[in-house]
């Protein structure tokens, strides 16, 4: 009863963190593009300072490893908060790197956290399904930001959306301060982890990182600059999404239980590894949407990193090896978007998504590598 208690108030809390981030992700290209007019490699600058916490959250973890984990979530919670709220006032390059970094900061500790809060309440063979569960909560909370943003897109500012965005983590950072987790030694030690037995989950992090930020930077920019599609055309794209990602995060973890690691990571970077090509050689406004919303759903599979390194770790290396992977990850965040802005600006969008497929391809030999005791789970 009590693991069930605590786990809906995990619940409620993503649900309104990722209300914030997905008024935050509704609006954002627009506003970049259309009232700030933010270029190309302006906006790799900028992604590249919005994701500097989540190469540091390794370190920035250890050094706050003295506070109770409800305590640091609240925290992460209230810094959120802080960032989405700045965005009211913000008129140049220099506001945004500010509030980017601040927002970033609390979200790139929460996804420290929220995978080890997560696990705490799952069963030894469902852990992947507990994961898949919070993920669809996640998705029904920006499909929830996205309908109000495509609704009311027309009556609303930009800068009102980020005001109400402000407002909801400090609701939440309230919540997590309840949830019943107690912290245990062998589990949340206050070291970092960097052992050559992890060394292929954190490849495959860095991978990762590397491939999903040039979509992530560029994917809807490419729409907004590029072709100048208006923000109902944005949020409707990211409402499909969170639909199908409502469908699909729950079964998504299913399926790695079911079918293991290596197999769910191979199929989703053959499917990524065609969506980049695709995304390289249309010009199709309608196809471009469609790749976009395909590469979304995709990256519901990469639960199968967590669910990988819960399977290798030691109990004492969970957790900083999640701050560790998280910290990898974000090594190529950083420098992606630079990279991604450069090639836009100086040959077309079409290179940089070129240089993605490049990346998946290398993922797909390094996920090949993968070996685990495969124990199968009816579902």
Same mark, same amino acid.
């Given at each position: 009863?009590?693991?069930?208690?605590?786990?809906?108030?995990?619940? #409620?809390?993503?649900?309104?963190?990722?209300?914030?981030?997905?008024?935050?992700?509704?609006?954002?290209?627009?506003?970049?593009? =259309?009232?700030?007019?933010?270029?190309?490699? =302006?906006?790799?600058?900028?992604?590249a300072f919005r994701e500097t916490p989540g190469l540091l959250i390794a370190f920035i973890s250890a050094l706050f490893s003295f506070m109770r984990r409800q305590y640091l979530a609240t925290l992460s919670?209230?810094?959120?908060?802080?960032?989405?709220?700045?965005?009211?006032? #913000?008129?140049?390059?220099?506001?945004?790197?500010?509030?980017?970094?601040?927002?970033?900061?609390?979200?790139?500790?929460? +996804?420290?956290?929220?995978?080890?809060?997560?696990?705490?309440?799952?069963?030894?063979?469902?852990?992947?399904?507990?994961?898949? =569960?919070?993920?669809?909560?996640?998705?029904?909370?920006?499909?929830?930001? +996205?309908?109000? #943003?495509?609704?009311?897109?027309?009556?609303?500012?930009?800068?009102?959306?980020?005001?109400?965005?402000?407002?909801? %983590?400090?609701?939440?950072?309230?919540?997590?301060?309840?949830?019943?987790?107690?912290?245990?030694?062998?589990?949340?030690?206050?070291?970092? /982890?960097?052992?050559?037995?992890? +060394?292929?989950?954190?490849?495959?992090?860095?991978?990762?990182?590397?491939?999903?930020?040039?979509?992530?930077?560029?994917?809807?920019? /490419?729409?907004?600059?590029?072709?100048?599609?208006?923000? =109902?055309?944005?949020?409707?794209?990211?409402?499909?999404?969170?639909?199908?990602? +409502?469908? #699909?995060? %729950?079964?998504?973890?299913?399926?790695?239980?079911?079918?293991?690691?290596?197999?769910?990571?191979?199929?989703?970077? @053959?499917?990524?590894?065609?969506?980049?090509?695709?995304?390289?050689?249309?010009?199709?406004?309608?196809?471009?949407?469609?790749?976009?919303?395909?590469?979304?759903?995709?990256?519901?599979?990469?639960?199968?990193? @967590?669910?990988?390194?819960?399977?290798?770790?030691?109990?004492?290396?969970?957790?900083?090896?999640?701050?560790?992977?998280?910290?990898?990850?974000?090594?190529?965040?950083?420098?992606?978007?630079?990279?991604?802005?450069?090639?836009?600006?100086?040959?077309?969008?079409?290179?940089?998504?070129?240089?993605?497929?490049?990346?998946?391809?290398?993922?797909?030999?390094?996920?090949?590598?993968?070996?685990?005791?495969?124990?199968?789970?009816?579902?």
């Open positions: 009863m009590k693991r069930d208690y605590g786990f809906i108030i995990l619940a #409620v809390s993503v649900f309104l963190l990722n209300l914030s981030m997905g008024l935050h992700t509704s609006v954002f290209n627009n506003f970049a593009a =259309q009232e700030i007019r933010l270029r190309p490699d =302006q906006l790799g600058i900028l992604e919670f209230i810094l959120a908060g802080i960032g989405f709220g700045l965005y009211f006032r #913000v008129t140049n390059l220099l506001g945004l790197i500010y509030a980017g970094f601040v927002w970033s900061l609390g979200i790139h500790l929460w +996804m420290t956290l929220g995978p080890v809060f997560t696990l705490s309440f799952a069963e030894e063979q469902g852990k992947g399904r507990k994961l898949g =569960q919070i993920n669809s909560i996640a998705a029904f909370s920006s499909l929830t930001a +996205m309908s109000f #943003v495509f609704l009311t897109g027309k009556f609303i500012s930009f800068r009102s959306y980020y005001l109400i965005a402000g407002i909801l %983590p400090f609701i939440g950072a309230l919540l997590v301060l309840r949830i019943p987790y107690k912290p245990k030694k062998e589990i949340d030690p206050p070291t970092l /982890v960097f052992r050559k037995e992890y +060394m292929l989950y954190y490849i495959l992090n860095f991978l990762e990182g590397s491939r999903r930020q040039v979509f992530a930077t560029f994917a809807l920019f /490419v729409l907004t600059k590029a072709y100048g599609v208006p923000i =109902q055309h944005i949020s409707l794209l990211l409402i499909i999404n969170s639909i199908m990602n +409502m469908i #699909v995060a %729950p079964r998504a973890g299913r399926l790695i239980d079911r079918f293991g690691e290596r197999t769910i990571l191979l199929f989703s970077y @053959t499917g990524a590894l065609l969506i980049f090509i695709g995304y390289a050689i249309t010009r199709s406004i309608l196809i471009l949407s469609i790749l976009y919303c395909l590469d979304n759903i995709s990256i519901n599979f990469s639960l199968a990193l @967590t669910t990988y390194i819960d399977k290798i770790s030691r109990p004492s290396d969970l957790s900083p090896n999640i701050s560790m992977g998280v910290t990898v990850n974000h090594i190529a965040a950083v420098t992606m978007p630079i990279v991604g802005g450069i090639l836009w600006e100086r040959f077309n969008y079409q290179t940089m998504f070129l240089l993605g497929a490049l990346i998946v391809l290398i993922s797909i030999t390094m996920a090949s590598k993968i070996r685990l005791e495969k124990k199968p789970i009816m579902i």
